[in-house]
């Protein structure tokens, strides 16, 4: 009997598998305490080498346990502390801190006085004090101060008007419109002034009119009658009144004798240009009420900075306002 053989092999079994079922043991340990402080793996793990034994039998292998990952906990953030004022160094002196003051501007030193020459002092007259006047505080009545308050009248620049006088003209000229009488100045020296203002500034032609109300002036051949230019000379003829000038009344009579002419009548023609600055500028000056007026009176005024209208009367009632007349042949009349 071989007895003793098979007891000793089964006794080296038993303390081989002892052994590895301890090393399992310590081998599981290690994975699970391994597995607490990593975060898990999902890669497998490779499984323990086999020791090597002298029998051939073969060993258990240890399977891997895998236990599910704990729950994430998160924490709420806790503010960082403050950081606590840093000891002051021993040995080192305390900074004072001083509050800003506003600087105050620099006043400059007054200039020094300066010394006044030698001044002349002459005794004052003794002033006599005058006799207290009683003052009486009036009513005023406000109706009557607006009422003699002075209204200043327009004064009307004609020559932006040219335009409108244009077709005024026309119509003027063609019996439509309102009858237009100009007034001279009633002093003889102003008529004449006037007359020569008129004459050099201004263009204006005596003329005759007589034979079937055929104009003749001193240019045209004798006993012919003026072919005038209506393009260039306005068919608003004017008829002297009032106080003749002796200068005009001349160049009438000479007029009348070169034509050879016996009953004639004295006219005074102006270019077109000045009658229609003049109907424009009445025009803008009475506005609506020029279509429906009658008759506009004016008068002459001649002064420094030119000629102009005023005096107005429409239909027999004043209108206040002027008109200004430039000049047209500018260089003649300087």
């Known amino acids: 009997m071989k007895l003793p053989t098979t007891i000793g092999r089964d006794r080296w079994s038993l303390a081989i598998s002892s052994l590895l079922l301890l090393g399992l043991l310590l081998a599981t340990a290690a994975m699970v305490q391994n597995w607490r402080g990593t975060p898990p793996d999902t890669r497998p793990s490779p499984l323990p080498p086999k020791p090597k034994s002298a029998t051939s039998r073969p060993t258990p292998q240890a399977l891997a346990i895998r236990l599910p990952p704990p729950p994430v906990v998160t924490r709420p953030a806790v503010p960082a502390p403050l950081a606590s004022p840093r000891p002051p160094r021993p040995g080192a002196k305390p900074r004072m801190v001083v509050p800003l003051r506003q600087t105050a501007k620099q006043r400059r030193s007054p200039p020094k006085p300066h010394q006044p020459d030698a001044i002349k002092i002459t005794p004052l007259k003794p002033v006599v004090p005058a006799k207290p006047t009683r003052h009486v505080q009036k009513k005023i009545d406000p109706g009557k101060s607006a009422a003699k308050a002075p209204t200043q009248e327009p004064v009307i620049n004609a020559s932006q008007h040219r335009k409108t006088g244009g077709a005024l003209l026309r119509l003027l000229e063609h019996g439509k419109g309102p009858s237009v009488e100009i007034a001279w100045p009633v002093s003889a020296a102003e008529r004449r002034q006037l007359f020569r203002t008129l004459t050099r500034c201004y263009g204006m032609r005596p003329a005759v009119l007589a034979k079937k109300s055929h104009l003749y002036d001193r240019v045209s051949a004798p006993g012919q009658p003026w072919s005038i230019n209506r393009d260039r000379y306005s068919g608003f003829i004017r008829s002297p009144q009032g ?17 050879d002419l016996s009953d004639w009548r004295p006219v005074r023609v102006f270019p077109r240009t000045v009658d229609a600055v003049l109907l424009g500028g009445l025009g803008n000056l009475l506005g609506a009420r020029y279509q429906t007026a009658r008759q506009i009176r004016a008068v002459y005024e001649l002064r420094r900075d030119g000629l102009r209208l ?17 000049a047209v042949h500018r260089n003649s009349c300087d």
């Open 243 to 259: 106080e003749p000038i002796a200068e005009e009344n001349r160049q009438f009579a000479s007029i009348a004798r070169r034509h």
């Open 310 to 326: 005023t005096g107005f009367q429409v239909d027999g009632n004043a209108l206040p306002g002027a008109i200004t007349l430039s």
